[in-house]
């Protein structure tokens, strides 16, 4: 309990404020409901682990992942309030959560910019990545070796104990990068709702039958290749910011990081060594030009 008891200023930012604000909300609302059940899901993922300990499988597998989908399938109109959801692990690591906080909020902007009807999206994008990288949580935009990110003692303890929260974590991240190049190429707003639907029933189906006998995460450029090459950085930061996600769970399931002190201090250790762009100058896990493998 102490971890969750150690005071933690909170510096929370506004998003970035534009005329395209809530685009998805307003024109394309059933992916927008689709995304903030993706919210609950992964707060409501980590308060599980850190109350079960993170080694009962029914409480994860069937209770959580159960509570999950109903909430994803009741097609929630406003994304939820994860501090509701996960008080205990927002006091555990709150700066985590607010790094989340920030890539999700980097997230949303693209898909208001993308749906909305801005004459110049290229520039509003990049404007909006500008903005998150003025925040002190904005996680790298180099691209991290995620295989060594992968490789601490504790790696996969998370999808090797419950393969079937992981695969519907990894149908959250192919739903939120694959939109990306549908939307893109969509001309008119009905042409957006029509690309985006096979993507939606993939995502469905995943839920039904997770992915199981997937060995890694989604990565951007392989599911939206054009939106990836055209913006690189963003697309790095996304997919750090989902590595950073399965580094979290395992670090919550691993009796290797036992008590809530040991996990808050490996989350905050490899958050502020290996994912904020502020670690950039020091950061050994930035993969070099000739080095290109995810």
Known sequence: MAACSQFEPRDKRFYYRAFWNFALREDLAELDSEFNGVDFGHSNLYENLLLTGGTDVPAIEDRAREETLAFIASKPRLNPNEEAIAPTYMKLAWRAQNTFDEAHALHRATYDI??????????AIRNVL????ESSY???????DHHRLDAFLYSRSFR???????ATIWAYHYLQVAVYDPLQ?????????????????TYRHYLDQPQTQWTFMPLTAELSPIFA???PEIANIFDNLHMLHDNISDILASELVPTWEDKREEIYRILNTYY??????????????AEHRH
Request: no cysteine; aromatic share 8%; net charge positive.
């Open 138 to 144: 904005a996680i790298t935009a180099k691209k991290l």
């Open 276 to 289: 904020l762009a502020t670690a950039d100058a020091t950061n050994p896990m930035i993969v070099t030009h």
């Open 114 to 123: 993308v749906v909305s009807d801005e004459p110049d999206k290229d520039r």
């Open 229 to 231: 090459a055209r913006y």
């Open 160 to 166: 090797n104990r419950f393969p079937l929260f992981n």
């Open 185 to 201: 190429a969509a001309r008119d707003l009905e042409t957006k709702k029509q690309a985006v639907r096979p993507i939606l029933l």
């Open 130 to 133: 500008a903005y998150y990288q």
